[in-house]
């Protein structure tokens, strides 16, 4: 079992020859099981600190450990591992690729990592049946709505059954009925083996929540 | 080692911007075909020259001291030049000819390479259809003259009767030959002196005459091709240019291509796929774009050959180094696209649409 640890983070970057830090001495710390919600306006950094958990962005300063990873501290290489193995990703308008089927881009990160195609079709059909998509496995992302979209981009971040899940704003783009049907799948994720970390304004997303991290507030903590 | 997600993300996306691909296939396979073409046509010089030079049946020409060769420059000789020449030692045979541009006026006016031989000598190539002129007045044609046999043609103020045809025996780039006894040449370029511009001669001879130069076959095809060497300059350079073309089209449509899967490459780099892998898929893009191209331009440029009135040879080599420089023209063409796949961020991935 997992626990993400988030210590002193800081992100700092230029904007206009002016330094801008979105995250300012950030610690978290979420056990296993843990269902964290990122919270507070737009530019108040949810999106950077996912980027940072995910390994996509450095920090200026402190660490993330996920486990036994640092993963402020991995190089280029290592970062692509820990991205491929450890972390599943939802984005928030979806990120599907469009000449690719639902059942092809729930494979895609299998692939990536070496994984034979015929299992990787094994596992995206039990992935797409899980989120009640399988009879819609051989439409392009332009033949499904947004919910089934959004349903979609949980099984690819599911595939590898990553023991860290990021999701900005995974309701973002739907309408009420679709955002149900996305919570549902959300809430079943939830397990000990497994952290999972959600940036989001939807009110509805709040009873999802174990923790919440409050971006808006600057001395914010967990 | 590539991943199979390069094979299937390059074929989906091959199927997805089908149209695109399809206009860029066509672009490229024109200039691919213009550029075969062209090699066609500056290879056909090199055929043509060495097909015509062999028709005449000389080992060597021998020419005046002083002149470039036998077909560039008119340099009279005394026709009786060619007993001595064939009494050199290691000659076989040796016979005179006139040979000169000319023009047949009859319409429709034809320039021609006229050349002048002995009746039954060397010189002119064996006749497939007809005979060989044997008396004042008649002559062998190049088919490209198009002239049939029987036809009347007048040339220098004298009248020929066409009596046989010869194919692919030309100069200069299509240019056809016209052959004529020594004797019409003579009154037509020397005013019937007893003169000739070079002797063709079989064997080698071991010395000759002071004030004579022999030159053997490749000096002569030199010569020959000499008059050309600016055309074929200017044909090697449209061709380094037109290949430049073909890539930027490679180039220009793999680009675009990144351009607009810039968000899909961050996705693929989010969840862990290495950017070799990504490049790869351009790569093999740009090889599926160049191969495709270049064995249409091969068909293209065959169905195109015909309506070219000079020679167009495409030789086996050609076949061979086509696709081996369209796969290079689209590897290079891929990279700038596959830098725009290296630089993307895959935190560009976060954020709306």
Redesign the interface.
Known sequence: MADLRVRGLVVEYAMGGQPVRPIDGLDVHAPGGALVLLLGPSGSGKTTLLSCLAGLLSPTKGEITFGDIEVSNLGPKDRTGYRRNTVGIVFQAFNLVPSLTAAENVMAPLLAAGVKKAEASTRAATLLERVDLDARAGHRPGELSGGQQQRVAIARALVHDPPLLLADEPTAHLDHTQVDGVLAILAGLISSERVIVIATHDDRVLGLGTQVVDLGHRDGDS | ?V???VW??SR??L???RRRFVIAVGAITLVLALTLLLSGFRDGIDVETARTVKAMGGDVFVVREGVSGPFTTVSQLDDDVAEVVAAAPGVRRADPIVGVRHAIESAPVTDVYLIGTRPGGLGIPAVRHGRAPQASGETVLDSRAGRKIGDRVRLGGRDFTVVGLVDGVSVWAGLPTMFVTIADAQALVFGGAPAATAVVATGRPGSLPQGLRALDVSQAKADLKRPLANAITTIDLLRFFLWIVAAAIVGSVLYVSALERS??F?????????SA?LVGTLVVQAFVLSAVSAGLAVVVSRLLSGLFPSVISFPARTLVVLPLVALAVGLVGSLAGARRAIVV???S?????
């Open positions: 080692m991943s199979s997600l299937l993300a989906r996306d199927g997805w911007r968000r899909d961050a996705v693929f780099k989010a969840f862990g796929t290495a892998d961020d895959p935190a991935a976060f954020g709306g649409p």
